[in-house]
């Protein structure tokens, strides 16, 4: 059973710059893709970025595309976020989560494919 802790989150002004880390578990780190995810109060959760197994590979969702990047540190078991120019529409909880489906959406966007959840890090933007 793999485990994720997430870390990093604070409050910060609109702007301002956060990295988050998640940390690995249990199971072969390098054997998935991983990816982060956001949820705001009453909203539904969303796709942040993913990372390839190997790192090589990255995508992100549109809002976030430009100011934030993933990485992986295979011999941490680490998966980093840092996020640059926040908005206060980027305050929510993020959370990190293991993708272990077959194939997929080539996005790596859709939440169904995700598993072994944590349990987040919260983020503050003030305007």
């Known amino acids: 059973q793999v485990q994720l802790v997430e870390s990093g989150g604070g409050l910060v002004q609109a702007g301002g710059s956060l990295r988050l880390s998640c940390e690995a578990s249990?199971?072969?780190?390098?054997?998935?893709?991983m990816g982060w995810f956001r949820q705001a109060p009453g909203k539904e959760r969303e796709f942040v970025a993913a990372?390839?197994?190997?790192?090589?590979?990255?995508l992100y969702a549109d809002s976030v595309k430009g100011r934030f990047t993933i990485s992986r540190d295979g011999a941490k078991n680490t998966v980093y976020l840092q996020m640059n120019s926040l908005k206060p529409e980027d305050t929510a909880v993020y959370s990190c989560a293991v993708r272990t489906v077959v194939g997929g959406d080539r996005t790596f966007a859709k939440r169904y494919e995700y598993s072994a959840w944590g349990q987040g890090t919260q983020v503050t933007v003030s305007s």
């Open positions: 249990g199971r072969t780190f390098s054997s998935y893709a």
């Open positions: 990372i390839s197994r190997s790192g090589g590979s990255t």
